[in-house]
């Protein structure tokens, strides 16, 4: 990344750049302003740092997150002088910057996200993503830190830890993403101490009809069950050993029937919720037998064998290969987020997210192109590859990637 600030050309707006880049071509310039019309936050007049650029240096934040707040707007500006012949675009002030990113706050990139951050994999190019007719994803939750400020700690709030207080307050977050492509559909955050169900629930509105939803241990209770069966979508949960499972028939593969009802309850028959029960044990790496017990929406051992569905679940730790590269590699393990004030943190979340997808639709691309697996391609090649060419991405084609 160039550390030289330039200026834009007389008469030039970073917002005519911007619309050939990369990010756009992810979520397009259009989109993004009927978004901000939509809400009311767009630019009014013509600015050199307007609403939609803002948008766009909100997911850059992400990409560059060793950089200054200028220096992050000077990466999106050079691009733009780059493709003039010119040197020295237009200087902004972090004021300027954090002026904006005010007016924007969280919302837009929420449902820009909720609307740009759909499911990638196609049932006949990349059949890996898939369990029989069911696109396979996945819900589950994480922490990071978040700057140690008074609005901060009193929106998301402290961890406890032996010596009593963490020293940085948390927040908590869900995503669900798409197994086979590591593309995040949907994402929440939340304040530290909230349960996490009530975290995952806004994730719902992207689960549906045709997709087998995985979750660990923790997402099982009747309540959590009912809400996400009633999206359409099929379910295969780990669920805690010692829950009451009575067996009401037993299944030629070992799986068996039982059925599940509201906590204190009576056991009304209209309440309850049909389930299949799989149990299994596998050794765990220090040589231990380890015994795990599913619950699945799916209970027909013919189409979905036992044997079949226990393999699929741990294909669920792909999740937290997610996790690690928003945290480890897209943050370059950097441990706090920059922001300062509850609202900022979320449109830097959203932000984070957006981002991610951007390089996961490259790894797309790049796996339909050369007709690839993508757990084979590295997100981490293609996160440096959208670092290096979005200074100059206005001529770079994600083709050739």
């Known amino acids: 990344m160039a550390r030289t600030k330039a200026v834009l050309g007389s008469g030039a707006r970073l917002s005519d750049y911007l619309s050939a880049t990369l990010l756009a071509r992810v979520f397009p310039a259009d989109q993004i302003n009927q978004i901000l019309d939509a809400q009311g936050r767009n630019s009014r007049r013509v600015r050199s740092f307007p609403a939609l650029v803002g948008v766009y240096y909100c997911m850059a934040l992400s990409l560059y997150p060793e950089a200054a707040y200028e220096e992050v707007f000077a990466v999106l500006a050079e691009g733009f002088a780059w493709s003039q012949g010119r040197t020295q675009p237009t200087p902004v002030a972090k004021s300027s910057i954090s002026e904006l990113r005010s007016k924007l706050g969280a919302e837009p990139l929420r449902e820009l996200m909720h609307q740009a951050c759909v499911p990638l994999a196609q049932a006949r190019k990349h059949p ?28 998301f709030g402290y961890p406890g830890s032996r010596t009593g207080q963490a020293n940085y307050p948390q927040a908590q977050c869900a995503v669900l993403v798409e197994c086979g492509t590591h593309a995040i559909l949907n994402a929440h955050i939340g304040p530290y101490h909230a349960t996490e169900w009530d975290v995952c629930v806004p994730l719902l509105d992207s689960l549906g009809p045709g997709m087998l939803c995985l979750a660990d241990r923790g997402f099982d209770a009747y309540s959590y069950w009912k809400q996400a069966r009633a999206t359409g979508a099929d379910l295969l949960w780990r669920c805690a050993n ?29 309440e309850a919720i049909e389930v299949r029960v799989i149990e299994y044990e596998i050794t765990n790496p220090e040589g231990k037998p380890e015994r795990y017990r599913m619950l699945t929406s799916l209970l027909n051992p013919k189409e979905d064998p036992a044997e079949e569905l226990t393999a699929l679940y741990h294909t669920r730790w792909e999740i937290e290969s997610v996790f690690d ?8 393990s950097r441990r706090v987020l920059r922001s300062k004030t509850p609202e900022l943190v979320r449109q830097e979340f959203y932000g984070w997210v957006l981002a991610h997808y951007a390089v996961r639709w490259l790894v797309h691309q790049t796996a339909l192109e050369h007709k690839v697996a993508h757990d084979t391609l590295s997100f981490t090649r293609h996160l440096h590859l959208l670092r290096r060419t979005q200074p100059r991405s206005g001529d770079f084609s994600p083709s050739a990637a």
């Open 325 to 332: 590269e928003l945290k480890t590699h897209q943050q370059q």
């Open 128 to 155: 890996q993503a898939f369990f029989g007719k069911h696109r396979v994803v996945a819900i589950d939750g994480s922490n990071f830190d978040v700057p140690d400020e008074v609005d901060n700690v009193e929106t």
């Open 242 to 270: 010692n829950r009451i499972l009575p067996v009401e028939k037993e299944l030629d593969d070992g799986s068996y029937l039982s059925r599940i009802y509201p906590r204190k309850s009576r056991k009304n028959a209209a």
